[in-house]
């Protein structure tokens, strides 16, 4: 199962405590899953899902508050793994039901398709949360945890796209919304908002081990830096100590090492005999200090320099 599907189950198997909640929950449910049939029984509404349990929740809820009779089907898709939940409502008040979840309007030629909310929907917090909840039912989807953070919930026009970003950020959600061909998306892309909206809907498991996800890829994170980093300063170590040899070689074969007062002639034979040492593991093979042996390997570098300029590359 899906984490989104997870996530859905969880927000649908809620009791909602009043009935302008329930209201509130059908018509976010309505206005993004919902779509109105029109037949010789009259007219009827249909929803469309991949989840049974919100197809139940919206039965649930339309025959709780309406004079409707619902039906629901259930058709798998071949080799695709997922599954299509169609619930119909038809009888004598699902034209009710529309006008009250705003899909139908009043005009005046008659009715009209919705491109709103109601305000009395969402004249409350915990409206606003049950039409979010409904919303989200209807045609949300969250990514992954484990693979990204996306959260967005599609809407037939951009108004309704809107005054749900416009509900969400009320929270303190950073949502927003871009066109997607002929349906307008709210989106939201940061995890603690995307967790934060899980809480809100009640889906407290599914906050918990979304937020259990980022813990886990923040530490993995954070554990694939540090070795990359490691991994750059040993790189960094080993093409250093590599030109330090190769410098001390060119010394040793143009003037020899006895050459060398007795402080470099050290450092340098101690290098040769430790050609994958760092400065701290030289500084104690030596006796002296880091910066000491660093700054004696500076200037073998020099002196080998020096040997390249008066004989050229060699």
Known sequence: MSFSSSAKDEIAAQRTSSAAQRL????????TA?????????????????TYSVGKLVSRLACAIYDVDAAIAVREKEGMGTRSVSIVLSGAECETLLKDTGLLVASGEGMML?????????????????????????????????????????????????????????????????????????????????SGFLALMGASNAALEFEEARIYKSIKNNTNRMVNYENANLDKTARAAAAQTQCIELIRDEMGLTKLPDALREVAEVRL??????????????????????????????????????????
């Open 24 to 31: 509130s929950m059908l018509a976010g449910l309505t206005n």
């Open 34 to 50: 919902g779509s109105i049939t029109i037949g010789r029984s009259g007219t009827g509404v249909r929803y469309i899902t991949e």
């Open 114 to 194: 919705g491109s709103g909310i109601r305000p009395n929907l969402i004249s409350s917090e915990t409206k606003k949360r049950a039409f979010l909840s409904g919303a989200f039912l209807g045609s949300g989807s969250i990514t992954n945890p484990d693979k990204s953070y996306h959260l967005e919930i599609v809407c037939r026009n951009e108004e309704l796209a809107k005054k749900i970003c416009e509900m969400m950020n009320g929270f303190g959600f950073n949502a927003k919304s871009f066109q997607r061909k002929s349906t307008s998306v709210v989106y939201v892309k940061e995890g603690d908002s995307i």
């Open 273 to 314: 005999n430790n050609r994958e040492a760092t400065l701290n593991e030289l500084a104690q093979l030596t006796g002296i200090s880091k910066s000491s042996v660093n700054y004696r390997l500076g200037k073998l570098k020099e002196i080998a320099d020096d040997i390249r300029h008066k004989y050229g590359d060699v």
